[in-house]
């Protein structure tokens, strides 16, 4: 080999500028797309005035929309397979504080009793109402609130 500086070696070094840049766009992209991706299930709630009631766990949400079909969390449930489906998830958990119930606006309120009968026979004895709170004359914003029963 010549020590002049002409000599041609290979390099074993790994060039990471695209790496770099492949993962700056794939950031680009999750970031952009992630609060796309949310979904949840559209009820329309009843107002309260009611404070919010801090919660440092996070529980379950049993939905009732306005067409009487059950959700826990984003999942259907049957209204017969609600009871079992609450004291099978239930069961594993450590922390069995309850779950907050959101019931669309429109349905009756024996048809959210005979939900919370099931819930309660799921042997969930803590169950938060979930409200939107009340409008105000200086603040016409909806904020969301939970009630607690």
């Not at 794939?26 to 609060?35: E, K, N």
């Not at 959210?112 to 004359?137: C, N, W, Y």
């Amino acid at each position: 080999m010549q020590a002049d500086g002409n000599s041609k070696r290979m390099v074993s070094e790994i060039n990471v500028t695209p790496l770099v840049d492949v993962m700056l766009v794939l950031l680009i992209i999750f970031m952009v797309t992630a609060p796309m991706m949310t979904q949840g299930v559209d009820v329309k709630l009843p107002e309260s005035s009611a404070p919010a009631i801090p919660s440092d766990a996070e529980r379950l949400v049993v939905t009732i929309t306005q067409d009487r079909k059950i959700y826990i969390n984003e999942n259907l449930v049957e209204s017969g397979e609600l009871e079992s489906k609450l004291a099978a998830i239930t069961q594993n958990r450590l922390d069995r504080k309850g779950v907050f119930l959101r019931a669309d606006e429109k349905i009756p309120y024996g048809y959210v009793m005979e939900v919370m009968g099931l819930i309660r026979g799921a042997g969930i004895d803590q169950i938060g109402m979930v409200t939107e709170s009340a409008k105000s004359p200086a603040n016409n914003s909806h904020q969301k609130g939970k009630g607690r029963l």
